[in-house]
């Protein structure tokens, strides 16, 4: 059971550089999630996505894109690399929730990226 | 804004301790919460949930949490603590029928053998 798979696992880029950081599910959850990991500060949500074709921001947007042409895929993009940006990215995914909201989230081994 | 507070920023204790992790939030509304555990290099995963009913939930590795609704605290208990629970734990929270999750800060815990 793969469930989420995020690649690459490690990246190192230079100021200005662009990526993309694929995260991919297998569970047909119909939402995805990715946030940053911090120390000290947590996890923060940058852009969140409620079903195919859609997206939204989160706490911490600016400087990212992120793409949802299929269910089970979810980039994140970064056009012109920041050294603030350097941190450790999660990706997760959660079953719809209707009105509860109490679906937990699965969450990817994490992406670490280094900006230098 | 909505927050989530864990005071404890490190802990470290002997095998077979107890241990309470404090977590408090700041929404008024009805709320769903969360303890998700992450092991040194690997990603969070779900220690226990609380949506409604009892108080009192108890989760995976003999771990439980207590939801004080007059309090706006939701503190994660194990009885005795082993080596292999070193690890960062998070409480999160969200509002009913809303999804998104907000985080704390974390607390690493460090259980010496």
């Known amino acids: 059971n793969a469930g989420v798979t995020q690649t690459p696992k490690f990246r190192v880029l230079k100021t200005g550089q662009s990526m993309t950081l694929l995260c991919a599910q297998d569970?047909?959850?119909?939402?995805m999630y990715w946030y940053r990991q911090d120390p000290g500060m947590g996890l923060r949500l940058i852009h969140y996505?409620?079903?195919?074709?859609?997206?939204a921001k989160g706490e911490v947007p600016d400087g990212y894109n992120v793409s949802r042409l299929k269910k089970q895929n979810f980039l994140l993009g970064l056009e012109s690399a920041a050294p603030s940006q350097t941190s450790v990215y999660f990706c997760?995914?959660?079953?719809?929730?209707?009105?509860?909201?109490?679906?937990?989230?699965?969450f990817g081994d994490g992406t670490r990226l280094s900006i230098l | 804004a909505q927050s989530v507070s864990q005071h404890n920023h490190h802990v470290i204790l002997s095998e077979a301790a107890s241990l309470e992790l404090g977590c408090n939030y700041s929404?008024?509304?009805?709320?769903?919460l969360f303890w998700y555990v992450q092991y040194p290099g690997q990603h969070l995963q779900l220690l226990l949930k609380?949506?409604?009913?009892?108080?009192l939930v108890k989760g995976i590795k003999g771990f439980e949490a207590e939801f004080i609704k007059s309090k706006f605290s939701f503190n994660l208990r194990k009885p005795s603590v082993q080596w292999s629970d070193t690890a960062e734990y998070f409480c999160?929270?969200?509002?009913?029928?809303?999804?998104?999750?907000?985080f704390g800060t974390g607390t690493r815990l460090l259980v010496s053998p």
């Open positions: 609380y949506f409604s009913g009892d108080p």
């Open positions: 999160a929270v969200n509002h009913r029928g809303f999804q998104k999750l907000v």
């Open positions: 997760a995914s959660s079953r719809q929730t209707g009105a509860a909201g109490n679906q937990p989230q699965h």
């Open positions: 569970m047909n959850h119909e939402y």
């Open positions: 996505s409620v079903g195919e074709g859609t997206t």
């Open positions: 929404y008024g509304g009805t709320v769903n």
